[in-house]
């Protein structure tokens, strides 16, 4: 079992960075592959970034330059953070824990509120 939450979000002009973070409680954390998505409104969930137990990374091709997902295995620690921020970021970012090779998640963290303002 993960238990996972989010913190870092807010309010934040266009041009500005923020770092998300999302503390895990579990375990087995080091095993998992944590993932960052995010949902604006009216739209769909969309995958945003990943890292496995390696800190091997992927990204979303709209994430690739401006967002960056690390671990901390010693702090059961994952952070996303985002440069260059911009309207189109709005959303609720989620964290989210499983499997680097079948790409599913079975843990969810409740989301944080990133709102970009222009």
């Known amino acids: 079992q993960v238990q996972l939450v989010e913190s870092g979000g807010g309010l934040v002009q266009a041009g500005g960075s923020l770092r998300l973070s999302c503390a895990a409680s579990?375990?087995?954390?080091?095993?998992?592959?944590l993932g960052w998505f995010r949902q604006a409104p009216g739209k769909e969930r969309e995958f945003v970034a990943r890292?496995?137990?390696?800190?091997?990374?992927n990204y979303a091709e709209s994430a690739k330059g401006r967002f960056t997902i690390t671990r901390d295995n010693a702090k059961n620690m994952v952070y996303l953070k985002i440069n260059s921020l911009n309207p189109e970021d709005t959303a609720v970012y989620y964290c989210?824990?499983?499997?680097?090779?079948?790409?599913?998640?079975?843990?969810w963290g409740q989301g944080t509120q990133v709102t970009v303002s222009s």
């Open positions: 989210a824990a499983g499997s680097w090779i079948r790409e599913s998640y079975g843990y």
């Open positions: 579990g375990r087995t954390f080091s095993s998992y592959a």
């Open positions: 890292v496995n137990s390696l800190h091997s990374t």
